[in-house]
């Protein structure tokens, strides 16, 4: 695999933007993949819900030439500065079966759906899982409140998604390589007060960055990489292991 083209879906998001800004600096062609209009509108860009298979169909039939996926796409779960919220007992059934149905579902469907438009050919996709995939999130982080259960269930299903997605596409194609990220808390508009408790918790004492995830994506793309499969790679700053 010489091509050096990327598909990022979820391009529009924090993560999802700066890789394409980053990934295009270095003479890289993206092609950005999202629900919502680019921010900034540069580049090739398609307006795909990967919720709706129609879509990843799409998606797949014209881009199948591209070996490298990158999936930023999906719910999050941001606890603002101010908001109300209950404990696990007040979630939401449906809201956690949506959370389920936009991170695990859909993903598996693109991943699956690429993974055969690529057979024969080879690939590298990277999904993310989150260390609260990992570890339960602290309940003293948010002021009392909950981060959803949705969501760190959901991130600790694509991780181990990715295991089984990882070993058994490189049974049926030698060179499909499936990995994953999971990033710490990424700095994102949060209250001092909430990043001030992060960093007390946290041994690289600070809130992550979306450029401190930038080496560990490359490494999992770069062709050189042979014998990650179905990895997570831990960027926290040592959250989950102290």
């Not at 690939?123 to 570890?135: H, Y």
């Given at each position: 695999?010489?091509?050096s083209?990327?598909?990022?879906t979820g391009?529009?998001?924090?993560?999802?933007s700066?890789?394409t800004?980053h990934?295009?600096?270095?003479g890289r062609r993206v092609v950005?993949i999202?629900?919502?209009?680019?921010?900034?509108?540069?580049?090739?860009?398609k307006?795909?819900d990967?919720?709706?298979?129609d879509?990843?169909n799409?998606?797949c039939e014209?881009y199948?030439?591209i070996p490298?996926?990158?999936?930023c796409?999906?719910a999050?779960?941001?606890v603002?500065?101010g908001?109300?919220?209950g404990t696990i007992?007040d979630?939401?059934?449906?809201v956690?079966?949506?959370?389920l149905?936009d991170?695990?579902?859909a993903?598996?469907?693109?991943?699956?759906?690429?993974?055969?438009?690529?057979?024969g050919?080879?690939c590298?996709?990277?999904n993310?899982?989150a260390?609260?995939?990992?570890?339960?999130?602290?309940?003293?982080m948010?002021g009392?409140?909950?981060?959803h259960v949705g969501?760190s269930?959901?991130k600790a299903?694509v991780?181990?998604?990715?295991?089984?997605?990882?070993?058994h596409l490189?049974t049926?194609?030698?060179e499909?390589f499936?990995?994953?990220i999971?990033p710490g808390?990424?700095e994102n508009?949060?209250?001092k007060?909430?990043?001030?408790?992060?960093s007390?918790?946290?041994p690289?004492?600070r809130m992550?960055?979306?450029a401190?995830?930038?080496p560990?994506?490359e490494?999992?793309?770069?062709e050189r990489?042979?014998?990650m499969?179905?990895e997570?790679v831990?960027?926290?700053g040592g959250?989950?292991?102290?």
């Amino acid at each position: 695999m010489k091509n050096s083209d990327i598909i990022i879906t979820g391009s529009s998001g924090l993560i999802g933007s700066y890789l394409t800004a980053h990934f295009m600096s270095l003479g890289r062609r993206v092609v950005q993949i999202d629900i919502g209009n680019p921010k900034p509108a540069t580049g090739e860009f398609k307006v795909l819900d990967l919720r709706c298979h129609d879509d990843v169909n799409v998606m797949c039939e014209l881009y199948a030439d591209i070996p490298t996926l990158i999936n930023c796409f999906g719910a999050n779960d941001h606890v603002r500065p101010g908001e109300v919220r209950g404990t696990i007992l007040d979630v939401d059934t449906d809201v956690f079966r949506d959370m389920l149905n936009d991170n695990v579902v859909a993903l598996f469907n693109v991943c699956k759906q690429y993974a055969k438009v690529r057979m024969g050919r080879g690939c590298r996709i990277v999904n993310f899982g989150a260390s609260t995939g990992i570890v339960s999130p602290r309940t003293d982080m948010y002021g009392g409140l909950h981060k959803h259960v949705g969501y760190s269930t959901s991130k600790a299903a694509v991780i181990h998604m990715t295991r089984i997605l990882g070993t058994h596409l490189i049974t049926l194609d030698p060179e499909m390589f499936i990995n994953c990220i999971s990033p710490g808390g990424i700095e994102n508009g949060q209250g001092k007060d909430f990043m001030s408790r992060y960093s007390q918790h946290t041994p690289a004492h600070r809130m992550g960055s979306v450029a401190d995830l930038v080496p560990a994506i490359e490494m999992l793309i770069d062709e050189r990489n042979r014998y990650m499969v179905g990895e997570k790679v831990v960027v926290d700053g040592g959250w989950c292991v102290q």
